[in-house]
């Protein structure tokens, strides 16, 4: 009797060992490191796209590619002097299998860095850096977002094709300014305009006023802008008080009027920007969006939890062609640009260097809302300038 | 430049200048004249804009609203507040080493940044500006002028004066003069100087909470706010010489012209301008133009 016991527990421990151990090879958890900014003037963008990539998570069940997913969270503060360090942290202590993020392009660009030695799997949902898939570009690093060129590039089309002549550009002296821009002034150049005067300022300098007064004494056509954030609102409101919005028309890369809506005020009415989203998409991916991400977070999503949202669903088809086995990397970049990827924003697919192809967007500000207001530039591509790859 | 663009300038740079004043006196008094290094005077400022923001409806709920209404209610908050944060906290450091208080003031930042954060999120929120503020003047063929900046400026040039008359001309301020060049002779002399520096921190306090009040109209509300003014107030304290407030004025004055011709001169070089403006003076005079005491 006691011989049965003891050959049953011994058998019973041993088929539970097995089975245990054969449970853990096919479905150990998909580490997924997000680093965002949880904290500081980015915080409620870091929220919003990890709001946006669980939300396509909990669509798919909780599981991607039949593994279940374990996040690392890490607050970026977006702070470039602490990013490596942070990269560093989740790449070799947590051993984490993908990296997601992130808000600020300057800790994109050291996360893109470590992402390239190790050959991590990276995933940007919003830095807008170039050269994140530029001269950084790698078959391991993707973006979901867009690259600063594009915004810019499509608003010089639009203001050119509306036969507006000597345009004046002002933004901060910074990555993310200077590429906008740059990209504005390839398209508006093209299309035959001339950009009169540049004018920038030290980020995150928000005192306008001299450079409102340079604008009033050049007296261009129109004025063309990047701006985000407090400096945004502040910069929307100061032109208006100076009483250039009525006399030299204002237009900007989105981010100038996204998530500021409320604090601008009437200051911001009729403007137009561009940017590949907009609050009203008239899509039926974006109405099922929309409305799933207001039933589970008690919020309207934005710009940013769409490529949270997106960033996701990248993930997603790379996992699901390699059947969850992160090391097949090839495999997995083959796939992504082989999908087009179905957004809120409307489908978009990936280019070679593993920005997305999309539509661009012309908006103008009715209401609270930036309102669609047509196509600004259909399936634009970045010119990955200096990916090699 | 043709002239009439020119007189604008002068006039940006004038009231530049008056605004970066209004914001860096609350530090004239607890830096200047206190001689606490006060990282979390940005705070302050930050903490005065939220007011702005976040007060305004719970005032015109309570008492009927009005511009003036939530801003002395505001100011009566801070008196208390700083009162409470000299006790708690700044009374332990006029005896300490300066890097004991940068590590306690840093440390209040931080706290009073995520405090912001739980108490009103993190999103950019505008102000408005009061309805009999809100004109426009016209100014050259093509620009206007707020007249609510006209007003800013207005209410700086009543602090400053009300701050110089009451360090060098009352009683009050000849105590408070007397406790920083010499605490314990102060005290041997029957004056309460605990108290006395108490109320002279919550009154510092209080006006760079006032300063974030009446700047957040045009400067408009967010996250991180207070950190892009500390440096430059730092800078208006230093060049005008610890401790002085007529330094301190014609160093914002000096700021504000240096920093707005430099924009639109010297575009390049923009950011750098005022610190090597500062530089230059400290070469000339290492104590800053009016080194009080």
């Known amino acids: 009797m006691k011989a049965v016991f003891f050959r049953t527990t011994v058998i019973a421990t041993a088929a539970a060992l097995l089975s245990g151990a054969a449970l853990a090879q096919t479905s150990a958890k998909l580490k997924v490191g997000l680093m965002l900014p949880y904290t500081g003037t980015f915080a409620s963008l870091g929220n919003a796209i990890e709001n946006g990539f669980k939300l396509y998570l909990t669509e798919q069940g909780g599981k991607l590619a039949g593994r279940e997913v374990e996040f690392v969270k890490v607050d970026d503060e977006s702070d470039p002097s602490k990013a490596t360090d942070n990269v560093n942290k989740l790449v070799k202590r947590d051993n984490v299998d993908v990296l997601v993020g992130t808000v600020h392009s300057g800790v994109a660009m050291a996360m893109a860095k470590v992402a390239k030695e190790t050959g991590t799997v990276l995933i940007v949902p919003n830095a807008g850096a170039d050269a994140v898939t530029g001269a950084m570009c790698a078959p391991n690093i993707f973006r979901s977002s867009f690259s600063n060129w594009q915004p810019g590039y499509a608003m010089g089309e639009v203001m050119a094709k509306k036969g507006i002549k000597k345009v004046a550009t002002i933004t901060w002296k910074y990555a993310a300014g200077d590429e906008t821009v740059r990209g504005f002034k390839e398209g508006f150049e093209k299309g035959g305009g001339t950009v009169v005067k540049d004018l920038s300022l030290p980020f995150p300098n928000v005192e306008f006023q001299a450079l409102l007064t340079d604008i009033a004494a050049t007296k261009p056509d129109a004025v063309f802008t990047f701006f985000a954030g407090g400096g945004a609102v502040k910069f929307v409101k100061d032109y208006a008080a100076a009483g250039l919005k009525k006399t030299i028309p204002l237009y900007g890369s989105g981010f100038l009027t996204d998530g500021t809506l409320d604090a601008q005020g009437s200051d911001a009415e009729g403007l137009f920007t561009a940017l590949h989203y907009a609050d009203s998409m008239e899509i039926p991916k974006d109405k099922s969006f929309r409305l799933a991400y207001a039933k589970t977070y008690k919020l309207q999503p934005d710009v940013y939890a769409v490529q949270g949202y997106d960033a996701a669903q990248i993930l997603a088809i790379g996992l699901k062609a390699v059947g969850g086995d992160l090391s097949k990397k090839a495999e ?58 | 430049m043709d002239l009439s663009i020119f007189f604008i300038q002068c006039l940006n740079a004038l009231q530049y200048g008056l605004l970066l004043f209004l914001v860096a006196s609350g530090l004239t008094l607890i830096f200047g004249i ?32 009005g511009f003036f209404a939530t801003l002395l209610v505001g100011v009566g908050l801070s008196v208390a507040l700083g009162y409470v944060l000299e006790w708690a906290f700044f009374s332990f450091l006029y005896e300490r080493e300066h890097l004991q208080q940068v590590l306690m003031t840093y440390g209040l930042i931080l706290v009073f940044e995520e405090l912001r954060s739980i108490l009103v999120g993190d999103d950019v929120h505008g102000v408005e500006v009061p309805a009999f503020l809100s004109g426009t003047l016209p100014l050259g063929e093509m620009m206007t002028y707020p007249v609510y900046r006209l007003f800013i400026s207005g209410v700086c040039l009543l602090l400053a004066l009300g701050m110089y008359v009451v360090f060098t001309r009352t009683r009050l301020g000849m105590m408070i003069r007397a406790g920083s060049s010499n605490r314990e002779m102060v005290q041997s002399l029957g004056i309460d100087i605990k108290f006395l520096y108490r ?18 109209p045009v400067s408009s509300v967010y996250p991180g706010m207070g950190d892009t003014v500390l440096i430059i107030c730092f800078v208006v304290v230093v060049i005008g010489g610890i401790g002085s407030i007529r330094g301190a004025l014609l160093a914002a004055l000096l700021i504000g012209v240096v920093d707005t011709f430099g924009k639109v001169l010297l575009p390049q070089a923009a950011g750098v301008l005022v610190y090597v403006l500062m530089a230059l003076i400290l070469l000339w005079k290492p104590d800053g133009l009016f080194k009080a005491g």
Do not use: W
């Open chain 1, 332 to 389: 997995f970049a083959k796939a992504v640009e082989a999908t087009k990827i179905d957004s809120p924003r409307g489908a978009f697919s990936l280019s070679k260097a593993h920005n997305p192809v999309q539509d661009i967007y012309l908006r103008q500000v009715v209401g609270k809302e930036n309102k669609l207001m047509g196509i600004a530039s259909k399936d634009l591509a970045d010119p990955a300038r200096g990916c090699k790859m």
């Open chain 2, 199 to 216: 109320v002279v921190f919550a009154a510092g306090m209080a006006i760079a909470v006032f300063a974030g009040m009446v700047a957040a």
């Open chain 2, 34 to 65: 206190m001689g606490v290094i006060n990282l979390a005077h940005g705070s302050f400022y930050m903490m005065g804009a939220y007011m702005a923001y976040a007060l305004a409806p719970i005032v015109a709920a309570t008492f009927g609203g």
